[in-house]
Structures are given as structure tokens and as C-alpha cells.
């Protein structure tokens, strides 16, 4: 209906659309609008009519209208006909069409009475939803109380569980800890029943439960069977360390470490048995080390070589301790008594095994006491890190070492204090310091503290006893007679040589400690004997042997301390400057001896000016004996001279050396007369006589070349 109408307003304007678009001018139709009919309107207002026209331009039905000159009235009476018409056309379609429309709202109406009974339904349904979400919430809630209740069941039940199994005494392990042999599954068991007495001891709770009033009689009793049968297969395995020529570390290691768990069960279940065993440990291990070390002692002092006494002195004269006097000690010993010698090995050997007395023994060897001193502290230190370490993992406890070891202990320092007082080996003592001081480091790089204060005792023993056997050696020099020891001989005296190879072992054995106390000592030493060597060298009745007895005693000195390693310092040094002093003296006497006029001539003479206007200038006659006789006998006197330095210097180079000094000093006098002769007037007639410095250039190289 609604397009019937359309359709008729369509034909309506249907008149005014024929006229082409194209012959219309909006403008100039505008412009001849009438609005005369509207004049008498004060409302109306143009403001805007040109947009309004502009945005109709494109209007079809305005743009016909517009083009034909309709009046608008005229043109709008004409539209509202035509609606009439369509309205009355519109009525007459709905009349016809009323049948339908109510066959339309009878169907609506029984659709609304479906969807009404619908709606009914599904409220039902609605409210019964809601009820099974009540239902649902309500299950949700029971099954999660149950499993609540559940897990606090679960969790009750593994207590209950655990309680039953710690409280309770299986029928096995009574078995196995009364009728059971000790072994590793007797170990296993008596953890587990340590672990229930544990629990029954450590928990309140667990006391006062009925449950453990009828278990724990019967474990107490099981406590106590145990106790007593690992007391007693304990204590059986420690009297088999008492056994003659048993391994005691194998024995430790083997046997007792296996069965530690007993000693921690005896400690924490019984402390009294505990108390028992480890008594019984310590007196059985004191014991034994006690026996062992006397024996190994004892053996070792048959081996011992005796090398000094107390009147192996430096300044001791050798008449007054005859070497025959000693028949139990060979000849060639009694150079170590100052000597280091070999004996500095042992600090080589350091980590050497101990010395094994039978067999030592079967091969006649004798040795020195740092060796034997050396071979006991090393036994003394493996079985004390040994025992050490067992004591510490078997029992836990350190402080046993020290109740165990207090026996060796007095057994080694009984032995100690019976042979330091008769110690006079100052080499050998020096060499036992330093053997202590190697073992510290030793046990320290073993981490193992059990020794310390035991070798700190025995360092500290030894330093007053070195310190006073030293001091017996400069009392001997200082108290020395020099008319007893001195000889007429020009050689080497044996007390400077006892002091040369004494320096040189001391400044040997301190030169990687540097021990400013034992370096003051030795300086105390050093005056000492030089004071002896003056004194001996005045009772010789002329200057020169005097000085040939020092440099003998001086070159040997040095001789010896170079020997011994670069390590002389200051000492070294001090007789260097004495040798350099005292062979510049013997030159000079040498050369006295063979030259004197003319070694007066050159010191008193040849320096003044021939030409000068003295009282007494330097004539040719003055000069002309010295010429003729130097030219006459100078070889014959070199020839001297050398066999005389031969003969009086025990070293053939420090003898050869003193030759060419005194041989290049004399041609320096030689040639400061020869420089004095040309200054002469007339001094060249004495040319004929001059020996050339060539020839005697010679002579000195030719000797020269015999070293």
C-alpha cells in the first residue's frame, strides 16, 4: 500500500518533471520571483535563501517546479489533493485487505500463547537448575571435608607409623644383638637400636605414652646386653695390640676403624663402659709405644760413635789428650769433632726411613749421635701422626694422643737428658737444632699439631747446651798458655786450623737461618783466636817468621772457609784484610833481606833533586855501588828470594802470589833509581852497568809461569 501510494504522488509531479534539465537558469529565474503575495510578512527573513537555493540545485522536483513558474500555493493545494486521494486509496487497499490481517493476529495470538507455555517451561526448568547447583555446592563441600579428613588421616597414620616403628623392638634385632657375632650387620643393627633409644630419650610426648611403658624394659635390656658384648669384643681387639711383633697401624687401620661405630655407641649410650674402654686404649697403647721406643733406644746406643769430650777443645793443646788414649774410637773420627764434613748429609736424608738397628748392627756401623738422633724423632714423628689421625677418627678425641704418649715421651726425654750432659759435640749439636727445626716444618706441611710442643721443648734443651760447649771452646782460647802450644815451626797451627774448619761448619749450618745470636758468638770466637795467633807469633824471636806464621795460619783460614760454600761473610772478610796487610809486610822484609841498600837508597834518596843546591845533592860515586852490585847478584838473589818463599808457605799458589809481589816491588825500586840515575849529572856513564827493565820483566814472568 505504502508503494501504491508512492507511486501516485510520483504521477502527481509526474506533469512537471518533462521539462529537460538542461534548458533551466536557476539564477535568472530567481531573479524574477514575485513575493508580493508574502510582502506583508515581517517574519520572514532571506538571510540564507542563496545556501538553501544552492544545496536545491541539484533537487529534481524543485528544479521542475521552479522551471515551469508554478506558483507555490498553487503547487501545494495541487500535493495536498493528491495526498487525499493516495490516504482514500490507501483505506479502500486496508478494507480489502482486512481478512488477512485478521487471520495475521489470530496466528500472533496463538504464537504468544506457545511462547507464553514455553516461557513456563523454562522457568521450570530454571528453578530446577538452581536446585542441582545447590546440590552440586553442597557435594563440593562434603568432598572437601572428606579430603580434609583424609589427609589429616594420612597424616596421623604416617606419625602413627613411625612412632610404632621407632618404638617397637623387632624379633630380629633382638636376635642379632643377643645371640649375634660383632660384625658389620651387628654394626647396622646397633644403629637402628640407637636411633629408637634416641627417640624414646629425646621426645617428651614419647615418655608419657602407654606404649612405651611395655617396650622400654625390654630395650633397656637389649641396651645393656649390647654394651656388654661390644665391651668385651673391644676390649679383646685392644689386648691383641699387646701381642709381641703385632703391626700396631695395620692392626688400627684393618681391624679397629671397622668397629669405630661402636666406640660412638659406647659414648652416647653408655658413658661409663666408654669411660672403661678408652682407659683401657690409653694404658694398653702407652704401654706398648713405651716398651717399643726403650727397645729401639736402647738398640740404637750400641750404635752410637762417640765424637768429642770435654777436652775436644780449639784451644786445648794436643799433648795434654793424647789420640792413643782413645782406643775405641778409629783415628780417622776425630776430624769431625771440628770438622762438618759428611755429616752435613744428614739434613740431606732428612726423610729417610729410621735406621733399623739389627741390621746397622750386623754391618759393625757406628754413627754419629745427630744420626741416631735424627732416626728417633723420625720414628717418633710417623707413629705419632699415625696414632694421631686414629685417635682423632676412632675416638674423636685428640686430647687421648697426649695421656697415650705422656709414657714415650718420658721414655725418649729420660734417655735425652741422660746423653745431652755429656754431650760436648758442639757440630753435632748445632746439627740436632737444625734437624729439629726440619722436622717442624715436616710436621707442619703435615698439618698435624701433636708434636709441637714436645719439639719446641727439645729445640729449647739444646740451644744452652750448644751455647755452653761453645763457650768451652773460647774459654779454651782465651785461658790458652801460648808457651805450650806454640812450635818452631812457621806452618799452619792445628788450633787455627781447629778453628778454620769449626768457623766453617758453624757459618754452614746458619747461613739459611741466619742466627744473630750464634753470628755474635762466632765474632766473640774470631777475637779470640786472633788474639791467640799475635801472641803465638811473638814467641817467634824475628819479625819475618812472625809474619810467615800468620800468613800460613791466615791463607789456611780462608782456605778453609771457602771450602766450606761462599758463605765466609765477615769473617771471611776480616782475614782477607789481614793476609793483604801481612803479605805487604813480608814483601818488604823480603826484600830487606836481599836489597836493603837499595830499597834505603830509593826511600830516603832517589826522590830529592840531583841539580838542586842541597848540601849533600846525589853524586854518580853514590849511586854507582848500588848499580854495580844490583847488576851483579840480582838474579842470584830472585833465585833466593823464590826458594825462600817455597820453603816457608805450606800453599804453593799464596806462596807464588807473595813471589810476584815482591818481585814486581822490586822493580818498582829498580826503576825509580834507574829514573833518579838520568837525572844525575854524568849518570849516563853508569848506562853500561844498568839492567834493563826487559830482563827483569822477564825474570818475573818466567817465575810467574810456574803456577
Request: proline letters at 3%; one cysteine or more.
Given at each position: 500500500m505504502?508503494?501504491?501510494?508512492?507511486?501516485?504522488?510520483?504521477?502527481?509531479?509526474?506533469?512537471?518533471i518533462?521539462?529537460?534539465?538542461?534548458?533551466?537558469?536557476?539564477?535568472?529565474?530567481v531573479?524574477?520571483?514575485?513575493?508580493?503575495e508574502?510582502a506583508?510578512?515581517d517574519?520572514?527573513?532571506?538571510?540564507?535563501?542563496?545556501?538553501?537555493?544552492?544545496e536545491?540545485?541539484n533537487?529534481?522536483?524543485?528544479?521542475?517546479?521552479?522551471?515551469?513558474?508554478?506558483?507555490?500555493?498553487?503547487?501545494?493545494?495541487?500535493v495536498?489533493?493528491?495526498?487525499?486521494?493516495?490516504?482514500?486509496?490507501?483505506?479502500?487497499?486496508?478494507?480489502?485487505?482486512?481478512?488477512?490481517?485478521?487471520?495475521?493476529?489470530?496466528?500472533?495470538?496463538e504464537?504468544?500463547?506457545?511462547?507464553s507455555q514455553?516461557?513456563?517451561?523454562?522457568?521450570?526448568f530454571?528453578?530446577?537448575?538452581?536446585?542441582?547447583?545447590?546440590?552440586?555446592?553442597?557435594?563440593?563441600?562434603?568432598?572437601?571435608?572428606?579430603?580434609?579428613?583424609?589427609?589429616?588421616?594420612?597424616v596421623?597414620?604416617?606419625k602413627?607409623?613411625?612412632?610404632?616403628?621407632?618404638?617397637?623392638?623387632?624379633p630380629?634385632?633382638v636376635?642379632?644383638?643377643?645371640?649375634?657375632?660383632?660384625?658389620?650387620?651387628?654394626?647396622?643393627?646397633?644403629?637402628?637400636?640407637?636411633?629408637?633409644?634416641?627417640?624414646?630419650?629425646?621426645?617428651?610426648?614419647?615418655?608419657?605414652?602407654?606404649?612405651?611403658?611395655?617396650?622400654?624394659p625390654?630395650?633397656?635390656?637389649?641396651?645393656q646386653?649390647?654394651?656388654?658384648?661390644?665391651?668385651?669384643?673391644?676390649?679383646?681387639?685392644?689386648?691383641?695390640?699387646?701381642?709381641?711383633?703385632?703391626n700396631?697401624?695395620?692392626?688400627?687401620?684393618?681391624?679397629?676403624?671397622?668397629?669405630?661405630?661402636?666406640?660412638?655407641?659406647?659414648?652416647?649410650?653408655s658413658?661409663?663402659v666408654?669411660?672403661?674402654?678408652?682407659?683401657?686404649?690409653?694404658?694398653?697403647?702407652?704401654?706398648?709405644?713405651s716398651?717399643?721406643?726403650?727397645?729401639?733406644?736402647?738398640?740404637?746406643e750400641?750404635?752410637?760413635?762417640?765424637?768429642?769430650?770435654?777436652?775436644?777443645?780449639?784451644?786445648?793443646?794436643?799433648?795434654s789428650?793424647?789420640?792413643?788414649?782413645r782406643?775405641?774410637?778409629?783415628?780417622?773420627?776425630?776430624?769431625?769433632?771440628?770438622?762438618?764434613?759428611?755429616?752435613?748429609?744428614?739434613?740431606?736424608?732428612?726423610?729417610?726411613?729410621?735406621l733399623?738397628?739389627?741390621?746397622?748392627?750386623?754391618?759393625?756401623?757406628?754413627?754419629?749421635?745427630?744420626?741416631?738422633?735424627?732416626s728417633?724423632?723420625?720414628l717418633?714423628?710417623?707413629?705419632?701422626?699415625s696414632?694421631?689421625l686414629?685417635?682423632?677418627?676412632?675416638?674423636?678425641?685428640?686430647?687421648?694422643?697426649?695421656?697415650?704418649?705422656?709414657?714415650?715421651?718420658?721414655v725418649?726425654?729420660?734417655?735425652?737428658?741422660?746423653?745431652?750432659?755429656?754431650?760436648?759435640?758442639?757440630?753435632?749439636?748445632?746439627?740436632?737444632?737444625r734437624?729439629?727445626?726440619?722436622?717442624?716444618?715436616?710436621?707442619?706441611r703435615?698439618?698435624?699439631?701433636?708434636?709441637?710442643?714436645?719439639?719446641?721443648?727439645?729445640?729449647?734443651?739444646?740451644?744452652?747446651?750448644?751455647?755452653?760447649?761453645?763457650d768451652?771452646?773460647?774459654?779454651?782460647?782465651?785461658?790458652?798458655?801460648?808457651?805450650?802450644?806454640?812450635?818452631?815451626?812457621i806452618?799452619?797451627?792445628?788450633?787455627?786450623?781447629r778453628?778454620?774448619?769449626?768457623?766453617?761448619?758453624l757459618?754452614?749450618?746458619?747461613?739459611?737461618?741466619g742466627?744473630?745470636?750464634?753470628?755474635?758468638?762466632?765474632?766473640?770466637?774470631?777475637?779470640?783466636?786472633?788474639?791467640?795467633?799475635?801472641?803465638?807469633?811473638?814467641?817467634?824471636p824475628?819479625?819475618?817468621?812472625?809474619?810467615?806464621?800468620?800468613?800460613n795460619?791466615?791463607?789456611?783460614?780462608?782456605?778453609?772457609?771457602?771450602?766450606?760454600?761462599?758463605?765466609?761473610?765477615?769473617?771471611q772478610l776480616h782475614?782477607?784484610?789481614?793476609?793483604?796487610?801481612?803479605?805487604?809486610?813480608?814483601?818488604?822484609?823480603?826484600?830487606?833481606?836481599?836489597?836493603?841498600d837499595?830499597?834505603k837508597?830509593v826511600?830516603?834518596?832517589?826522590?830529592?833533586?840531583?841539580?838542586?843546591?842541597?848540601?849533600?845533592?846525589?853524586s854518580?860515586?853514590?849511586?854507582?855501588?848500588?848499580?854495580?852490585?844490583?847488576?851483579?847478584r840480582?838474579?842470584?838473589?830472585?833465585?833466593?828470594?823464590?826458594?825462600?818463599?817455597?820453603?816457608?808457605?805450606?800453599?804453593?799458589?799464596?806462596?807464588?802470589?807473595?813471589?810476584?809481589?815482591?818481585?814486581t816491588?822490586?822493580?818498582?825500586?829498580y826503576?825509580?833509581?834507574?829514573?833518579?840515575?838520568?837525572?844525575?849529572?854524568?849518570?849516563?856513564?853508569?848506562?853500561?852497568?844498568?839492567?834493563s827493565?826487559?830482563?827483569?820483566?822477564?825474570?818475573?814472568?818466567?817465575?810467574?809461569?810456574?803456577?
Amino acid at each position: 500500500m505504502a508503494d501504491v501510494a508512492a507511486n501516485k504522488v510520483d504521477n502527481a509531479y509526474g506533469e512537471t518533471i518533462e521539462a529537460p534539465k538542461n534548458l533551466f537558469d536557476l539564477g535568472a529565474f530567481v531573479g524574477d520571483l514575485d513575493f508580493e503575495e508574502d510582502a506583508t510578512c515581517d517574519d520572514v527573513s532571506l538571510e540564507g535563501l542563496q545556501q538553501e537555493l544552492q544545496e536545491c540545485i541539484n533537487d529534481d522536483v524543485v528544479v521542475n517546479i521552479l522551471s515551469k513558474g508554478t506558483k507555490l500555493r498553487e503547487h501545494t493545494k495541487g500535493v495536498e489533493n493528491n495526498l487525499r486521494q493516495v490516504e482514500l486509496d490507501s483505506i479502500q487497499e486496508y478494507i480489502k485487505e482486512s481478512d488477512n490481517l485478521v487471520s495475521l493476529h489470530d496466528q500472533i495470538r496463538e504464537c504468544d500463547s506457545i511462547l507464553s507455555q514455553m516461557e513456563t517451561l523454562l522457568s521450570g526448568f530454571q528453578a530446577e537448575i538452581g536446585s542441582i547447583s545447590s546440590d552440586i555446592k553442597i557435594l563440593q563441600e562434603k568432598s572437601m571435608d572428606m579430603g580434609l579428613k583424609l589427609k589429616n588421616r594420612k597424616v596421623a597414620e604416617s606419625k602413627l607409623a613411625k612412632f610404632v616403628e621407632d618404638i617397637i623392638v623387632p624379633p630380629r634385632m633382638v636376635d642379632i644383638i643377643v645371640d649375634g657375632e660383632v660384625n658389620d650387620e651387628y654394626m647396622r643393627t646397633l644403629e637402628i637400636m640407637s636411633k629408637k633409644l634416641k627417640f624414646v630419650e629425646a621426645d617428651p610426648t614419647v615418655k608419657a605414652s602407654k606404649a612405651l611403658r611395655d617396650v622400654q624394659p625390654e630395650l633397656e635390656k637389649l641396651r645393656q646386653k649390647a654394651v656388654s658384648k661390644v665391651f668385651d669384643f673391644i676390649v679383646q681387639k685392644l689386648y691383641a695390640l699387646r701381642k709381641p711383633k703385632t703391626n700396631i697401624q695395620i692392626l688400627q687401620q684393618n681391624v679397629l676403624l671397622k668397629y669405630k661405630y661402636v666406640i660412638s655407641f659406647l659414648k652416647e649410650h653408655s658413658k661409663e663402659v666408654y669411660g672403661e674402654v678408652r682407659a683401657a686404649y690409653i694404658d694398653t697403647m702407652n704401654k706398648v709405644l713405651s716398651a717399643h721406643f726403650r727397645a729401639y733406644i736402647q738398640a740404637l746406643e750400641k750404635l752410637q760413635l762417640d765424637i768429642a769430650t770435654s777436652y775436644d777443645l780449639i784451644g786445648v793443646e794436643t799433648r795434654s789428650t793424647s789420640l792413643f788414649s782413645r782406643g775405641r774410637e778409629p783415628l780417622k773420627n776425630r776430624s769431625a769433632v771440628f770438622a762438618l764434613g759428611d755429616r752435613i748429609n744428614i739434613l740431606k736424608e732428612i726423610d729417610l726411613p729410621a735406621l733399623i738397628p739389627h741390621i746397622a748392627e750386623a754391618s759393625s756401623l757406628k754413627y754419629p749421635y745427630e744420626v741416631l738422633f735424627r732416626s728417633l724423632h723420625k720414628l717418633l714423628m710417623d707413629t705419632a701422626t699415625s696414632e694421631y689421625l686414629f685417635c682423632d677418627e676412632f675416638f674423636g678425641e685428640e686430647s687421648i694422643f697426649y695421656e697415650i704418649f705422656a709414657g714415650p715421651f718420658a721414655v725418649i726425654d729420660e734417655h735425652f737428658n741422660s746423653v745431652l750432659p755429656n754431650s760436648y759435640d758442639a757440630i753435632g749439636l748445632m746439627l740436632m737444632i737444625r734437624i729439629i727445626n726440619q722436622h717442624q716444618l715436616i710436621m707442619s706441611r703435615r698439618r698435624i699439631p701433636c708434636l709441637d710442643s714436645y719439639l719446641d721443648k727439645v729445640n729449647i734443651s739444646l740451644w744452652p747446651r750448644f751455647k755452653m760447649v761453645f763457650d768451652m771452646h773460647l774459654h779454651s782460647l782465651r785461658n790458652a798458655n801460648p808457651k805450650l802450644l806454640w812450635e818452631d815451626d812457621i806452618h799452619p797451627h792445628y788450633v787455627m786450623r781447629r778453628y778454620a774448619e769449626f768457623a766453617a761448619s758453624l757459618i754452614h749450618l746458619n747461613f739459611e737461618f741466619g742466627d744473630g745470636q750464634l753470628e755474635l758468638n762466632m765474632e766473640r770466637l774470631r777475637m779470640a783466636v786472633d788474639d791467640l795467633l799475635m801472641k803465638l807469633a811473638k814467641l817467634f824471636p824475628k819479625p819475618k817468621p812472625q809474619i810467615v806464621f800468620l800468613i800460613n795460619n791466615y791463607d789456611m783460614t780462608i782456605a778453609v772457609l771457602k771450602e766450606a760454600g761462599a758463605e765466609g761473610g765477615k769473617i771471611q772478610l776480616h782475614f782477607e784484610e789481614l793476609l793483604k796487610s801481612n803479605t805487604a809486610l813480608f814483601v818488604e822484609e823480603l826484600l830487606m833481606e836481599h836489597f836493603s841498600d837499595l830499597i834505603k837508597f830509593v826511600k830516603t834518596r832517589a826522590s830529592d833533586d840531583p841539580n838542586s843546591s842541597s848540601e849533600r845533592p846525589i853524586s854518580v860515586a853514590e849511586v854507582e855501588p848500588l848499580v854495580k852490585d844490583f847488576a851483579r847478584r840480582w838474579k842470584a838473589a830472585i833465585e833466593l828470594m823464590h826458594k825462600d818463599v817455597i820453603t816457608s808457605f805450606s800453599n804453593f799458589l799464596c806462596g807464588m802470589e807473595i813471589l810476584r809481589a815482591a818481585l814486581t816491588q822490586l822493580l818498582l825500586y829498580y826503576t825509580r833509581l834507574s829514573d833518579c840515575i838520568k837525572r844525575i849529572v854524568g849518570g849516563s856513564a853508569l848506562n853500561k852497568d844498568l839492567v834493563s827493565i826487559s830482563s827483569i820483566m822477564y825474570e818475573i814472568k818466567k817465575y810467574s809461569r810456574t803456577f
